[in-house]
């Protein structure tokens, strides 16, 4: 009797674990697939921006106040089809305002100049170098593109969140409930996320791939640049030799691919 109970828990463990494990090992798609998720997909787009190292170069002394940045986090937010869900702790964020202290920590001193202290900042994904959420990511669904763009594939996404733990700056959001009650206006061109996944900044892969330059760029009147890093002769190259910038913890060495010209 003890044994025949013993065996049905077995059992009925073993099924039960079964139901959760196999649609997670669905979500894997084989290594030949994956590695075609690594290149960009420019085979049916002739004008693709294409780029070896995409990075960005943000000039905070453009920016003055909260309002300024409004209308860049507003554009991304709607072609991205970003929910409001009005609860601080559910709250899914691409692009946000952040202030000196908090996003550059390393940088951080008691002496720092005022007006860089009181800056509104564009914080983002910073599509590391070396990205420890590509790391973490057990199913590949955060996986880094040759051209650098540190990438999401909702559907491989299991939302165990140890890419969140991994990201040093908190640029990833999971959806702790379904985010599509809260998007006021869908935009069709792009997918709507379920509850249980993570996402973030994806550098507009979707609209590099048309040729054309990020939302955030095109709306930022010249604050924000986008460009090829490994192009020495690139508009972020020309910002960077003559520009002094920082970036975000680098002592954690990831290097990331976003500059802040302050
Ligand atoms: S900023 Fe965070 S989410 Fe973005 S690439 Fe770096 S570690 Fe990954
Ligand atoms: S939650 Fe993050 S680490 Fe987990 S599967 Fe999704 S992308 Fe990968
Ligand atoms: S690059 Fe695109 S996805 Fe990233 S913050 Fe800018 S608009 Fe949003």
Redesign the pocket.
């Known amino acids: 009797m003890k044994n025949s109970r013993r065996s049905f828990l077995k059992i009925a463990g073993v099924s039960a674990l079964g139901l959760v494990i196999k649609p997670v090992f669905n979500t894997f798609a084989s290594s030949e697939e994956h590695a075609e998720h690594l290149k960009p997909d420019f085979s049916k787009k002739n004008n693709a921006l294409t780029g070896k190292r995409w990075g960005m170069v943000i000039d905070t002394r453009k920016f003055q106040s909260e309002e300024d940045l409004k209308p860049i986090i507003d554009a991304c937010n709607s072609i991205h089809n970003i929910p409001d869900l009005k609860v601080k702790n559910h709250e899914i964020k691409w692009i946000w305002e952040d202030e000196y202290e908090h996003a550059f920590t390393d940088s951080e001193n008691e002496y720092v100049n005022e007006r860089v202290k009181h800056l509104p900042f564009l914080v983002l994904?910073?599509?590391?170098d070396d990205?420890?959420?590509?790391r973490a990511c057990p199913t590949k669904a955060?996986f880094k593109r040759e051209d650098g763009i540190?990438l999401m594939d909702f559907h491989r996404c299991i939302g165990c969140r140890f890419?969140m733990a991994?990201?040093?700056?908190g640029?990833?959001s999971f959806n702790f409930r379904d985010p599509r009650p809260g998007i006021e206006h869908q935009n069709p061109d792009y997918p709507t996320r379920t509850k249980g996944v993570v996402e973030?900044c994806n550098f507009c892969a979707e609209r590099l791939a048309v040729g054309k330059m990020p939302k955030c760029v095109e709306v930022s009147n010249g604050a924000i640049a986008f460009g090829d890093l490994d192009d020495p002769d690139s508009t972020v190259r020309k910002l960077l030799k003559e520009n002094y910038t920082i970036r975000r913890k680098p002592s954690l060495g990831?290097h990331?691919s976003v500059f802040y010209i302050v």
Do not use: Q
């Open positions: 994904c910073n599509h590391c990205p420890p959420c590509v955060t540190v890419c991994a990201c040093p700056y640029s990833r973030k990831t990331p």
